[in-house]
């Protein structure tokens, strides 16, 4: 079974912190890997994507994988309320995603 | 280009109906995934397809699941006959099926079994 594991939260942070979400998997063949946001009511949307060890950084979004450890996080800086969401991650060799963790920024 | 197009936006019906749900993906795309979201489960993935043909079905949950894509610009996940356990959210998406993956969601379609 490959899995891809979440922490559920919710994770509370307040407005203007850091954000840091992870994600574990368990299957060594994955060679890429998304993070996406959902709204409540909405559909998943692409936040970041990272394929190699180290980090992505786009605005203030972090990703970080490291495959020996079989991790990814996503760190988000200057957490906005409007970050408030569900963010899902996702290893795309086997097209999993992990339940997601609910994130809440307030103000 | 309008995105991924799902029809209906909002399904609901009594146990034992037959339900079809419909997908257009973004043009050019060439992979197209179906997926189901509760609670409970999360994000699953049903079926997806790659130039029309379906690749991988394990996660149709039974025989009462079917999906075709008859076309590039269309696909259909029906469900006969249906039953409350199968209410949730039903999302399509589409990729131009390279091994980048990266995947572009419908609207959803929420389905709710009486």
């Known amino acids: 079974q490959k899995e891809v594991e979440q922490n559920s939260g919710p994770l509370s942070v307040p407005e203007g912190a850091i954000a840091s979400l992870n994600c574990t998997y368990s299957d060594r063949g994955s060679q890429s890997f998304f993070w996406y946001r959902q709204y409540s009511g909405k559909s998943p949307e692409l936040i970041m994507f990272?394929?190699?060890?180290g980090d992505k950084e786009d605005g203030r979004f972090t990703a970080q994988l490291n495959k020996a450890s079989q991790y990814v996080s996503l760190l988000i800086r200057d957490s906005q309320p409007s970050d408030s969401a569900t963010y899902l991650c996702a290893a795309a060799y086997a097209l999993n995603f992990g339940k997601g963790t609910s994130l809440l920024v307030t103000p | 280009d309008a995105g991924v197009i799902q029809s209906p936006r909002h399904e609901v019906t009594e146990m034992g109906q037959e339900v079809t749900l419909r997908c257009k993906p973004i043009s050019g795309h060439n992979s197209l995934f179906w997926y189901r979201q509760t609670m409970m489960r999360g994000l699953e993935l049903l079926i997806y397809?790659?130039?029309?043909?379906?690749?991988?079905d394990s996660g149709m949950p039974e025989d009462r699941f079917s999906a075709k894509m008859p076309n590039a610009s269309f696909s259909t996940l029906k469900i006969q006959p249906s039953e409350p356990r199968d209410s949730a959210v039903y999302f399509c998406?589409?990729?131009?099926?390279?091994?980048?993956?990266?995947?572009?969601f419908g609207a959803g379609t929420r389905l709710s079994v009486l």
């Open positions: 397809f790659n130039n029309n043909v379906p690749i991988d």
């Open positions: 998406a589409s990729s131009t099926g390279t091994d980048k993956n990266i995947q572009y």
């Open positions: 990272i394929y190699s060890n």
